[in-house]
């Protein structure tokens, strides 16, 4: 067991001994815990617990604590789907969960964006990439179905409290740069379990730079480094957005300046260059100007992590005055509504279309393979999604690509994978390669 002394605490370890009605915990610590908010979808939620619910005839423990979102299966496209939904639908009726949103958007995308996840909270979600929330100072922790059960009905978990690695970031990053080749040079650096069951804490002028849609890309892809979460504390930015969201919030909680951390990351965000996960492994990770410059059919934009507004607005100045590419399919599903709404206010999204985009629903579509825009064999996709492996966004067969919304934008003029920068100066009126409606 540690022997961290006390008042000598990890952001992680002050959120978890709050929860556990503790002065202090010590990383390996197992402990039982107070939950400050629970978040379930239509895939993980009220159709895998409901049955257990009422096999031991329990009700919720607080319905103005849960967030239920429908995202995975929106709009259904099959019997079994539509079913899915009205389960859901049924569900938040019957508990009288007022937070509730079908088709709004994802619902790690929802959770920042609406200001349901706060600074200090202990918040549990039934999906992996519940990490996601880490940008706004919170310990978002993604559990499984059965440990949901237990959370929806009396508002407690258990938990191992992890150790914590800090990850500081000096420098800016550059233009056509962004945190997604950030945290994919990361993860390409340490492997997927190189953070394994530990926390992530992004620290440093480099964070401070960024935006809170740009931070979430970093915590939301914690889940593909092993790690059990990640956590950005809350600053100036992060009460800012709050504040605009009617939330009034202070900076903090911060780790203590003696707080002991396992291992300390140190990446300087100037050095980073536009890279992609190649196909099959997150972490086999390479700089996009040594690639190659394969061939694509498939551009997508899409998913909690890349297709959030600013996610739209880059991809948008790569395809402004160009055209995709002939045999390129582009394909942009929104992260959110209000993402959607404000592309729409702006231009953006018109931008997008003149290139020759399909826009499809918000949700989160072909990235966990069950929505519209799967893979069939044999195609070749580049995508800002999070996972590539083998089957994940449609047929074993299908190769993937995992990079920035400027790469993919630029790999959809193209029809290959080039370096984005390139992209970013004033274009002709239209690009060579034409068409793009397909």
Not at 125 to 151: E, P, Q, R
Request: charged share 20%.
């Amino acid at each position: 067991m540690s022997t961290t002394r006390a008042g000598s605490r990890t952001i992680a370890q002050k959120i978890i001994a709050r929860a556990a009605g503790r002065d202090h915990v010590s990383p390996d610590e197992v402990l039982w815990v107070d939950v400050d908010l629970a978040m379930m979808h239509d895939s993980s939620g009220p159709r895998r617990i409901w049955p257990a619910m009422n096999e031991l005839g329990v009700g919720v423990w607080d319905a103005d604590r849960i967030v239920l979102v429908c995202d995975h299966y929106v709009p259904a496209n099959t019997v079994a789907a539509a079913e899915i939904l009205q389960t859901t639908r049924d569900f938040a009726s019957t508990f009288g969960i007022e937070k509730f949103h079908e088709a709004q958007g994802i619902a790690h995308t929802l959770m920042v964006e609406k200001g349901y996840a706060r600074p200090g909270m202990l918040y549990v979600g039934s999906d992996s990439h519940t990490c996601t929330a880490g940008v706004m100072g919170c310990l978002a922790l993604g559990v499984g179905s059965t440990d949901i059960l237990g959370v929806v009905t009396t508002g407690r978990t258990w938990l191992r409290v992890p150790h914590t690695i800090k990850v500081e970031v000096d420098g800016r990053l550059r233009p056509g740069v962004t945190a997604k080749d950030l945290i994919l040079t990361i993860i390409g650096d340490q492997g997927m379990d190189g953070a394994l069951y530990q926390v992530l804490e992004f620290t440093g002028p480099g964070i401070e730079a960024m935006s809170i849609q740009e931070r979430s890309v970093l915590t939301n892809m914690c889940a593909e480094i092993g790690a059990k979460t990640g956590v950005v504390p809350c600053d100036a930015v992060t009460v800012e957005h709050l504040a605009l969201l009617g939330v009034d919030a202070t900076e903090g909680p911060f780790s203590d300046p003696d707080a002991e951390y396992s291992q300390i990351w140190r990446y300087d965000a100037s050095a980073v260059e536009p890279v992609v996960g190649r196909p099959n492994r997150h972490d086999d990770v390479v700089a996009i100007a040594g690639l190659g410059e394969p061939t694509v059919g498939r551009a997508y934009i899409g998913s909690c992590t890349g297709a959030k507004y600013e996610d739209l607005a880059m991809a948008a100045r790569v395809l402004h005055g160009r055209r995709v590419a002939d045999g390129v399919l582009l394909q942009v599903a929104p992260a959110s509504r209000a993402a959607l709404q404000q592309a729409m206010a702006d231009g953006t999204a018109q931008t997008l279309m003149e290139a020759g985009a399909h826009i499809l629903s918000t949700g989160c579509g072909a990235c966990p393979g069950i929505g519209a825009g799967i893979l069939a064999a044999g195609e070749v996709a580049i995508s800002t999604t999070n996972r590539n492996f083998r089957g994940r966004m449609g047929s074993p067969e299908s190769s993937l690509y995992l990079a920035s919304p400027y790469a993919v934008a630029a790999a959809a003029v193209a029809g290959r994978i080039v370096d984005p920068r390139g992209y970013l100066d004033e274009p002709a009126l239209v690009s060579a390669g034409g068409g793009g409606d397909r």
